[in-house]
């Protein structure tokens, strides 16, 4: 099995900045992509950036600019260094993990993690 445990969340003032870390632990094989969402109240989860093992990344619009997401996979920690906050940004955080975990007798499986959440709120 493959958890992920989220750090980092806060209050901030708009303008602030904050740095959210997630590490993997667990049987590990390989993990491809790991990336970060939020959810507002009353809102959808909506993805906020993800990164590849390759250091591809993709981000919302809503964040490009001013969020940035790197990951160090020899820790299997990915980090959302986030800059220049605003009030909408005011989410729960949660890490996601994609790959493969050890599933017993020599094999490997698929698994999609997630982690428990973090909450971040931007006062103006």
């Known amino acids: 099995q493959v958890q992920l445990v989220e750090s980092g969340g806060g209050s901030v003032q708009a303008g602030g900045s904050l740095r959210l870390s997630c590490a993997a632990s667990g049987s590990i094989f390989s993990i491809n992509v790991m990336g970060w969402y939020r959810q507002a109240p009353g809102k959808q989860r909506e993805l906020v950036a993800t990164?590849?093992?390759?250091?591809?990344?993709t981000y919302a619009n809503s964040v490009k600019g001013r969020f940035t997401i790197s990951r160090d996979n020899a820790k299997n920690t990915v980090y959302l260094q986030m800059n220049s906050l605003k009030p909408e940004d005011t989410a729960v955080y949660y890490c996601?993990?994609?790959?493969?975990?050890?599933?017993?007798?020599?094999?490997?499986?698929?698994?999609?993690?997630w982690g428990q959440g973090t909450q971040v709120t931007v006062s103006s």
């Open positions: 996601n993990a994609v790959g493969r975990y050890y599933s017993g007798g020599g094999y490997s499986s698929d698994f999609g993690s």
């Open positions: 990164i590849t093992s390759g250091g591809a990344t």
